[in-house]
């Protein structure tokens, strides 16, 4: 009976008619107990779920966890809480309003959808970029296994962080107050900046979003005015 107990205790589900400000208010585990083979992301997510705004804390590992491993999940995980900023901005983010992906005057961004790249609305340019970083990250032939992941489909986290970060720096030069809304519940973009640079994924010059000291280290490049195509 009580191992019953324990086990049920342990179960993390919704369960029909729960209220909105209990929603997974499951007790938090040990990771050392999380003995599931997706253990990694439900840390992940349960570090979240305690505090957004503790970054340090979210992207500090597990004693022991494989590198490799903890930069998949938690790109996985910024491209499902990124599905969340692409819905607020359908309403606002148009094909007659944003008819290029933008971000400052200086690029215009290429999407990698197409055969050949080309120029695409920017809300299609985000939810082709989810699509493509979705496809890739689910692909059985770079990644068989959420426990062990190859040196050569690691380095392929970089260029789906370099097609990612255009959202947030779009929504922020051009949908300010849906981005703001967005960051001050989430601390998503804070949260991804610090994750690449933690980890080397994207050069600092091309982390336009404004962010907090803590954060960028109090880096900044000068932009020269120009306006170029950026390859995807």
């Known amino acids: 009976m009580k191992m019953a107990e324990s086990v049920k205790k342990l179960l993390k589900r919704n369960k029909p008619g729960t209220k909105a400000n209990c929603f997974r208010k499951w007790p938090d585990e040990p ?65 007659d309003t944003c008819s290029q992906m933008t971000s400052t005057e200086q690029w215009i961004f290429l999407c990698a959808a197409h055969k050949t790249p080309k120029e695409c609305p920017a809300i299609d340019y985000t939810r082709h970029t989810l699509d493509g970083a979705a496809c890739l990250l689910n692909s059985n032939k770079y990644f068989p296994s959420r426990v062990n992941i190859k040196e050569s489909s690691v380095a392929k986290l970089g260029s789906v962080c370099r097609r990612v970060y255009r959202i947030f720096s779009h929504a922020y030069y051009h949908h300010q107050n849906i981005y703001n809304k967005f960051e001050n519940e989430t601390y998503l973009c804070q949260r991804f900046t610090k994750f690449v640079i933690k980890y080397s994924l994207m050069a600092k010059e091309n982390l336009i979003v404004p962010m907090p000291d803590a954060i960028m280290q109090g880096i900044r490049t000068e932009e020269d005015g120009t306006t170029s195509i950026k390859e995807p």
């Open 31 to 95: 990771f050392e107990e999380m003995e599931s083979t997706l253990a990694v992301q439900e840390f992940i997510q349960q570090q979240i779920r305690i505090d957004p705004s503790n970054i340090d804390i979210i992207l500090t590992p597990p004693d022991s966890q494989e590198e490799g491993v903890w930069k998949y999940e938690h790109l996985r995980q910024f491209c499902m809480e990124l599905n969340g900023l692409a819905v607020e901005l359908q309403a606002e983010c148009l094909p």
